[in-house]
């Protein structure tokens, strides 16, 4: 079946650096979301991207979806301490239908 | 817009007892999926309704697990008897085709 793999599993960095987090699907996939989880919350929805090679931005957040689709990275410039939660990448085979969501990267932001 | 509701938000139950939960997604969304987060891991999509259909329901336990969304709004999910390792968040989304999901605040189940 389906798999998608993020790495890293966690990160610590300190106020003010950057992070990335990347995420890698056996399979060709038909679009990819994002989604990020504060601790004890639920997913939140940060950005779909369907085009092959596409970047958005979302002020400090970049988001990039792989030339062959099967790859995608959220890169984050100047972490604050409120982007603190887990990120997962959720990215689907066919249309919009059976997405399948990521392992995860926790982010701990150290002030 | 309201958000996705979701009830209980907490419940604890012994083995082998059953539990049901229950999602109203947002108003519009014809799209409504029920999720299983277990702690540390990424959501596990359990079954996708499309209106009032089934789209997808490969991954849910048939033999404890049942799920239905009578009129195309709102959704139960049910699973009888429970075993321990469905001590799990279960989460309801929802969404309109072509658009991010909508998750509810979730149901913490523990079993006992």
């Known amino acids: 079946g389906q798999q998608v793999m993020q790495i890293p599993q966690y990160q610590h960095v300190q106020e003010g650096e950057d992070f990335t987090t990347y995420c890698n699907s056996s399979t060709t996939l038909s679009n990819i979301q994002w989604y990020k989880q504060r601790p004890g919350g639920h997913p939140v929805f940060l950005i779909q991207l369907v085009k092959s090679g596409e970047v958005k931005k979302q002020k400090r957040l970049t988001f990039q979806f792989g030339e062959a689709k099967k790859n995608s990275s959220l890169h984050i410039t100047a972490t604050q301490t409120t982007d603190v939660g887990t990120y997962f990448c959720a990215g689907s085979l066919w249309g919009y239908q059976k997405v399948t969501f990521g392992t995860g990267t926790k982010l701990q932001v150290i002030p | ?112």
């Open chain 2, 1 to 112: 817009e309201a958000g996705v509701a979701q009830s209980p938000r907490y419940k604890i139950i012994e083995k082998r007892q059953s539990v049901a939960f229950w999602c109203n997604p947002i108003s519009g969304h014809a799209t409504l999926y029920w999720y299983q987060q277990i702690l540390g891991q990424g959501p596990k999509l359990l079954i996708q309704f499309q209106n009032n259909g089934v789209v997808d329901d490969s991954q849910l336990p048939k033999d404890r697990f049942s799920a239905e969304r009578l009129k195309g709004v709102d959704s139960t999910l049910k699973i009888q008897p429970a075993k321990l390792e469905d001590s799990a968040v279960y989460l309801c989304a929802s969404s309109s085709l072509g658009n991010g999901y909508t998750f509810g605040s979730g149901t913490r189940l523990t079993v006992v």
